[in-house]
């Protein structure tokens, strides 16, 4: 776990209450309500996204206009780079469980200062979980503290992937035998690794700041590590705020699935 830094108990305050309210206005769309539509990049989007991104944009850039904002349903915009703290926003992660009316999507905020985050939470509206972490003060699921899995063998052990990425020909090192599974939502399959469900997630391909920095800080305060596929720490509120690959899992385990990531052929 990290060393403790100076973060207001008034930022978490708002954060907490600003997701919550998001996941209030979500509810109120959600399975069937919400008009969508499909965004150049080929991935859904709904009239709810934006209707909690601009909430959210309201409650938490607003009480803090001295921090930057980075938001997936939000035109990017350099001046982001300019600010030593900034708002890390997914309005809707798992817009399409969402529109399809089951239950994998959640609401994601973070804090990210001088690129890492700070400040996260993963808020599951219809169960009414919250999944939240503060640098130096551990990883929590409504009051109570997260650890991840102790498992230290990769082989048998639970991870949540998209079962064809594991196919023999996409690595130089096969994979032993494994317990797979998926989700949708990036930031849920983080909190799952989080609280001990799953010993390790991987995605391949670039993923966004949005979905990953909550997520990212929950896990590292559960006692776990996230990096990309070669075992790099990330960095977020970069010029181009995507980062390559993922891995998170259990700090006894993170070595050996490493070295099986450091094996994807990108070609």
Same mark, same amino acid.
């Given at each position: 776990?990290?060393?403790?830094?100076?973060?207001?108990?008034?930022?978490?305050?708002?954060?907490?209450?600003?997701?919550?309210?998001?996941?209030?206005?979500?509810?109120?769309?959600?399975?069937?309500?919400?008009?969508?539509?499909? !965004?150049?990049?080929?991935? #859904?989007?709904?009239?709810?996204?934006?209707?909690?991104?601009?909430?959210? !944009?309201?409650?938490?850039?607003?009480?803090? #206009?001295?921090?930057?904002?980075?938001?997936?349903?939000? !035109?990017?915009?350099?001046?982001?780079?300019?600010?030593?703290?900034?708002?890390?926003?997914?309005?809707?992660?798992?817009?399409?469980?969402?529109?399809?009316?089951?239950?994998?999507?959640?609401?994601?905020?973070?804090?990210?200062?001088?690129?890492? #985050?700070?400040?996260?939470?993963?808020?599951?509206?219809?169960?009414?979980?919250?999944?939240?972490?503060?640098?130096?003060?551990?990883?929590?699921?409504?009051?109570?503290?997260?650890?991840?899995?102790?498992?230290?063998?990769?082989?048998?052990?639970?991870?949540?992937?998209?079962?064809?990425?594991?196919?023999?020909?996409?690595?130089?090192?096969?994979?032993?035998?494994?317990?797979?599974?998926?989700?949708?939502?990036?930031?849920?399959?983080?909190?799952?690794?989080?609280?001990?469900?799953?010993?390790?997630?991987?995605?391949?391909?670039? !993923?966004?700041?949005?979905?990953?920095?909550?997520?990212?800080?929950?896990?590292?305060?559960?006692?776990?590590?996230?990096?990309?596929?070669?075992?790099g720490r990330l960095t977020y509120n970069r010029r181009k705020p995507r980062q390559a690959g993922l891995v998170a899992c259990g700090t006894s385990l993170h070595d050996e699935v490493i070295h099986h990531?450091?094996?994807?052929?990108?070609?």
């Amino acid at each position: 776990m990290s060393e403790p830094v100076q973060i207001a108990d008034s930022d978490e305050e708002l954060l907490h209450a600003a997701v919550r309210e998001a996941g209030a206005l979500a509810a109120t769309y959600f399975a069937g309500s919400a008009n969508s539509w499909t !965004k150049d990049d080929g991935t #859904p989007v709904s009239d709810a996204d934006l209707a909690i991104d601009e909430l959210l !944009k309201e409650r938490l850039h607003g009480a803090r #206009p001295g921090y930057g904002w980075l938001s997936e349903e939000t !035109k990017d915009t350099p001046d982001r780079l300019t600010y030593s703290r900034v708002w890390v926003i997914d309005p809707i992660d798992g817009t399409r469980a969402f529109l399809e009316g089951t239950e994998h999507w959640c609401i994601v905020a973070a804090l990210v200062e001088h690129g890492r #985050p700070v400040l996260g939470a993963v808020y599951l509206p219809l169960g009414d979980r919250m999944y939240a972490a503060r640098l130096g003060a551990g990883a929590w699921l409504n009051g109570r503290r997260l650890a991840v899995s102790q498992r230290r063998e990769l082989a048998g052990s639970r991870v949540i992937a998209h079962q064809g990425i594991l196919r023999p020909e996409r690595w130089r090192r096969p994979w032993p035998s494994l317990n797979v599974s998926m989700t949708t939502a990036l930031a849920l399959r983080l909190c799952l690794v989080a609280d001990g469900s799953y010993d390790a997630a991987v995605a391949i391909g670039e !993923k966004s700041d949005w979905d990953l920095a909550a997520g990212d800080l929950i896990v590292h305060e559960a006692g776990g590590q996230v990096s990309d596929l070669d075992g790099g720490r990330l960095t977020y509120n970069r010029r181009k705020p995507r980062q390559a690959g993922l891995v998170a899992c259990g700090t006894s385990l993170h070595d050996e699935v490493i070295h099986h990531t450091t094996g994807f052929r990108r070609h």
